[in-house]
Structure formats: structure tokens, C-alpha cells
Antibody, heavy 117, light 107 residues
Framework: EVHLVDSGGDVVLPGESLTLSCVASGFTFDDYTMHWVRQSPERGLEWVSSINWDGSETRYAESVKGRFVISRDNNRESVFLELNGLTSDDSAKYFC??????????WGQGTHVSVSS | EVVLTQSPGTLSLSPGERLTLSCRASQRLDSAFVAWYQQRPGQAPRLLFYGTTNRAPGVPDRFDGGGYGTDFTLSISRLEVEDIGLYYCQQYDKSPWTFGQGTRVEI
């Protein structure tokens, strides 16, 4: 059974950094592109970033480009999202998601990021 | 970016009724790249359909996806209590991938 376990969310001050982690199990991790998607009451569901199977290709939403960094470790079956220069607009629940040709077929339970002074 | 507008905002119905949710895109989309998700209260979204009409594993056949161009629909033939929640459409035809704002289904 596919499982994605997100972690790393926290309450931080504006401008601070945070790294989110997602541990996968139940499938051949390095066969799949992985994504991060976030959800907030203000912005709804928003695709944030993606990384291909070997980490050679990454993509970012314009709202986070230059501030967030996605990476993966296939040996640890994990994907990471480094969040830098956080603002209140980044406050959201962040989901690790598995790719199905661009759709999202499995989601983690989500981890909360709150940016507040 | 492609804006997806879902309607209605909220649907209040009785068990057994049929409902149709609408998703209108600001640009024409290849129907191979439209998905629908269900989000029950307190849970992560769950994939219902991909490629407009391809039902994800475990999705009951009373759910149906359709549409083309700029207009896509999700239908539920006989509403059940377990179907309450938010429903989102998503396009993955044009970068960045985007979601609609959601339709809430209530009983």
C-alpha cells in the first residue's frame, strides 16, 4: 500500500527558513516524479514544486521560485522542500504528492507551516 | 496561467439525488490533462478522475467525469452521505498546474 508521510511543518517568523520532508513507502520510489502542493483558505490548492525521478529536473511555481528548493534522496525514499524567505503568504498545509502523468494520485497527510510575527 | 472556475460554490442535496459539478477553463484544454479530486473533511484530497474520464482505482461507478475544450463536469448519479466534502478540478495541460476553487457538496 502506498504511503506518504509528511513532516517538518512549524510556526516560524517572517524571513525564516524551514525544511519539509516526505518519506514514501509501498511503491518503487525512483520510478516516480514527486510534487509538493499546498492548501490555504486564502489561496486554495496550489501546486508548488516538482522533481523528476532522478532529481535532474525541477520546476517551481512563480510564487516560490528563487526561495524554495526541492530535492530527493532515492536511497532514503524521501523528498524534501526547503522553504526560505518565508512570508505570511506561504502559510499553508503542505502535501507531498505522487505524480500520475501530471495528476496527483497519492497524497501525504500534510504538514502545517505558519508564518507569523 | 489557466484559471479554472468551478460552479456552483455549494450544492445542498438529499441522498439519492443526482448532481453535476462544473469546471470551466480560461483556455481550451486537452481533455487528457484534466483531473478531479474529492476532499472529505479533515482529509487530504483524493484523486477521482484523470484524463477527464479515467476513474481512479476504488472510485465507485456512480461517479462520472466528462467534458472537453473549456467545459468539464463531474457527475454523481446517486448521492450518498459519504460523498459530502469539497470537489476540485485540476488541469495539467499547461504549466503551471492549477486547481479550481472547489465546490462544496452538502447533505
Amino acid at each position: 500500500e502506498v504511503h506518504l508521510v509528511d513532516s517538518g511543518g512549524d510556526v516560524v517568523l517572517p524571513g525564516e527558513s524551514l525544511t519539509l520532508s516526505c518519506v514514501a513507502s509501498g511503491f518503487t520510489f525512483d520510478d516516480y516524479t514527486m510534487h509538493w502542493v499546498r492548501q490555504s483558505p486564502e489561496r486554495g490548492l496550489e501546486w508548488v514544486s516538482s522533481i523528476n525521478w532522478d532529481g535532474s529536473e525541477t520546476r517551481y511555481a512563480e510564487s516560490v521560485k528563487g526561495r524554495f528548493v526541492i530535492s530527493r534522496d532515492n536511497n532514503r525514499e524521501s523528498v524534501f522542500l526547503e522553504l526560505n524567505g518565508l512570508t505570511s503568504d506561504d502559510s499553508a498545509k503542505y502535501f507531498c504528492v505522487r505524480d500520475l502523468m501530471g495528476a496527483f494520485d497519492y497524497w501525504g497527510q500534510g504538514t502545517h507551516v505558519s508564518v507569523s510575527s | 496561467e489557466v484559471v479554472l472556475t468551478q460552479s456552483p460554490g455549494t450544492l445542498s442535496l438529499s441522498p439519492g439525488e443526482r448532481l453535476t459539478l462544473s469546471c470551466r477553463a480560461s483556455q481550451r484544454l486537452d481533455s487528457a490533462f484534466v483531473a478531479w479530486y474529492q476532499q472529505r473533511p479533515g482529509q487530504a484530497p483524493r484523486l477521482l478522475f484523470y484524463g477527464t474520464t479515467n476513474r481512479a482505482p476504488g472510485v465507485p461507478d456512480r461517479f462520472d467525469g466528462g467534458g472537453y475544450g473549456t467545459d468539464f463536469t463531474l457527475s454523481i448519479s446517486r448521492l450518498e452521505v459519504e460523498d459530502i466534502g469539497l470537489y476540485y478540478c485540476q488541469q495539467y495541460d499547461k504549466s503551471p498546474w492549477t486547481f479550481g476553487q472547489g465546490t462544496r457538496v452538502e447533505i
